[in-house]
């Protein structure tokens, strides 16, 4: 299965990331999913609704 085109979703998920200077592991702990998982978040494969409302939640500053 090839990666979708970059999605905004996708474009936020690895610029929360990397504003904090994490990798992918650490932000996979983050999650409290596996590493491999995130890794198809970011590759556009996998974008759960949970996702898309931690981007909004750390958007406004809550977490």
Request: aromatic share 6%.
């Amino acid at each position: 299965m090839a990666p979708k085109k970059m999605t905004p979703t996708m474009r936020r998920l690895i610029a929360l990331r990397t504003n904090r200077g994490w990798g992918q592991k650490e932000m996979a702990k983050f999650l409290q999913v596996g590493h491999r998982t995130y890794q198809r978040y970011e590759a556009g494969l996998t974008i759960p609704g949970p996702v898309k409302k931690l981007i909004k939640l750390m958007e406004e500053n809550v977490i």
